[in-house]
T-cell receptor, first 110, second 110 residues
Framework: RKEVEQDPGPFNVPEGATVAFNCTYS??????FFWYRQDCRKEPKLLMS???SGNEDGRFTAQLNRASQYISLLIRDSKLSDSATYLC???????????FGSGTRLQVQP | DGGITQSPKYLFRKEGQNVTLSCEQN?????MYWYRQDPGQGLRLIYY???????QKGDIAEGYSVSREKKESFPLTVTSAQKNPTAFYLC?????????FGQGTRLTVV
């Protein structure tokens, strides 16, 4: 089983739609969780950290469910500019290096 | 401006040759990382270093070598022992939990 698993997609949604991605992780000792965004042929950039209480940044909401070992990302009112690959990232603490999921590709269509 | 610089952006190598990818940061970060990304895949950890003169193997270290003689620099050598070196290589640094990435080097073996 992969340490971090994501549905690769693609998710094709119309502008203005709400879309949600889930990501599961296998190491129950994982301590830190993040969503990164990666545009085609570019480096990943931090979108948001994921806190136990859940957190929101504008149209983006991240949730953590430790009991079921998954994190989620909700994007409301999708924009064309949201088209990208969204990477779920987990820090399992022991070696203090981030483990990346394979990414979920989102394509927002006009 | 502070940041991470990877060079070159594109690199072509003949089979059987070693090649070194440069990564320099002026963010005063202790930790540095090398990841490899293949098309449609997530990032896989090659090597990481938490402090000068110390580094650890990641998940796919075979065929690669690194050094960390200075805090600012973490070069990656792709040796001839790496059987499938064509990929996108990303260097990152961090001081707490978030990782900052360079723009990457696309290595192609010809």
């Amino acid at each position: 089983r992969k340490e971090v698993e994501q549905d690769p997609g693609p998710f094709n949604v119309p502008e203005g739609a709400t879309v949600a991605f889930n990501c599961t992780y296998s190491n129950s000792a994982s301590q830190s969780f993040f969503w990164y965004r990666q545009d085609c042929r570019k480096e990943p950039k931090l979108l948001m950290s994921v806190y136990s209480s859940g957190n929101e940044d504008g149209r983006f909401t991240a949730q953590l469910n430790r009991a079921s070992q998954y994190i989620s990302l909700l994007i409301r009112d999708s924009k064309l500019s949201d088209s990208a690959t969204y990477l779920c990232v987990v820090n399992s603490g022991g070696r203090r290096a981030l483990t990346f999921g394979s990414g979920t590709r989102l394509q927002v269509q006009p | 401006d502070g940041g991470i610089t990877q060079s070159p952006k594109y690199l072509f190598r003949k089979e059987g040759q070693n090649v070194t990818l440069s990564c320099e940061q002026n963010l005063n970060h202790d930790a540095m990382y090398w990841y490899r990304q293949d098309p449609g895949q997530g990032l896989r950890l090659i090597y990481y270093s938490q402090i000068v003169n110390d580094f650890q193997k990641g998940d796919i270290a075979e065929g690669y070598s690194v050094s960390r003689e200075k805090k600012e620099s973490f070069p990656l050598t792709v040796t001839s022992a790496q059987k499938n070196p064509t990929a996108f290589y990303l260097c990152a640094s961090s001081i707490s939990r978030e990782a900052f990435f360079g723009q990457g080097t696309r290595l192609t073996v010809v």
